[in-house]
């Protein structure tokens, strides 16, 4: 039987890449996407063309809404049964801006939804998950960065991720589930037009030890690693996929 993983904030980006990569294996696909349909519906064509066996589900879900995450939970389990894998994705930056300059709306919003959303994602994983089934959580190099002057509130809800794959490693190891993190450095995706910056990618690439960005596939060649019995005994481990930045 196929398994299952559920991703959020799967319409776009590293989510999506991390979709497509797992329909390829084979298997069952939840998603989750914020408002934009369109990208789902693109998201859920682009499994099914990868996908041999798996099938897909596309759900929408505030991560900042409990009920809604508890939603997206319960509609994977009625279409699939039981989950495997569960990418703690979603996330968003605002745009570039000193912490002198940052409004409290601003704060709440990326706080809401990098850290309260994820985790709420946490918890309902905690009460879904079985033995024998992992957990990566996307933190970024900014937790380590810091971001100054672009994103320093973004920076520490990802410091939040890195702490909660910590705790939650220790608190369900013992029910034979992993939790693990990666924190992805610069990624070609839309995030960073979303914070005013759409060439951030290709301008700070170059910067990298390895000379360029990285594209969300390799990413989620990552999480797909760290979800698989591949890495059965790696769990609270933090990797960094980043070319070196
Ligand atoms: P992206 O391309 O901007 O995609 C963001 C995804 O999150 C979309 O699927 C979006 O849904 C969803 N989303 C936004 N707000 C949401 C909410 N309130 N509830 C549920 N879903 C929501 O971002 P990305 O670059 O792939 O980033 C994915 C993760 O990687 C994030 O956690 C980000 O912090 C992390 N990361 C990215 C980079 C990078 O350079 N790209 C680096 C480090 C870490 P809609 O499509 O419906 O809006």
């Known amino acids: 039987m196929a398994k299952t993983v559920?991703?959020?904030?799967?319409?776009?980006?590293?989510?999506r890449a991390t979709a497509v990569l797992f329909a390829s294996k084979g298997w069952n696909v939840a998603?989750?996407?914020?408002?934009?349909?369109?990208?789902?519906?693109?998201?859920?064509?682009?499994?099914?063309?990868?996908g041999y066996t798996g099938n897909v589900l596309a759900r929408k879900c505030d991560v900042r809404d409990e009920l809604s995450v508890i939603d997206l939970f319960t509609a994977a389990r009625e279409r699939f049964g039981s989950i495997e894998g569960v990418v703690n994705n979603a996330g968003i930056v605002a745009p570039q801006s000193s912490i002198a300059e940052m409004d409290v709306e601003r704060m709440k919003t990326v706080f809401d939804t990098n850290i309260l959303g994820a985790y709420l994602v946490a918890r309902e994983a905690a009460r879904t998950l079985h033995s024998g089934t992992a957990i990566v959580n996307v933190s970024s190099m900014a937790a380590k960065l810091g971001a100054p002057g672009e994103y320093i509130d973004y920076a520490g809800s990802k410091g939040a991720i890195d702490a909660l794959t910590i705790g939650l490693a220790k608190e369900l190891g013992p029910m034979g589930i992993r939790v693990n993190a990666i924190r992805p450095g610069i990624i070609e995706t839309d995030i960073h037009a979303s914070g005013g910056h759409p060439d951030r990618a290709a301008e700070l690439g170059p910067t990298c030890p390895l000379g360029r960005s990285g594209d969300p596939e390799e990413v989620a060649h990552s999480i797909f690693w760290l979800i698989s019995p591949d890495a059965s005994y790696v769990t609270g481990s933090i990797m960094d996929v980043s070319g070196g930045r």
């Open 6 to 15: 559920l991703i959020t904030g799967g319409s776009r980006g590293i989510g």
């Open 31 to 50: 998603f989750s996407y914020f408002g934009n349909q369109k990208s789902a519906d693109e998201t859920c064509a682009k499994c099914e063309r990868a």
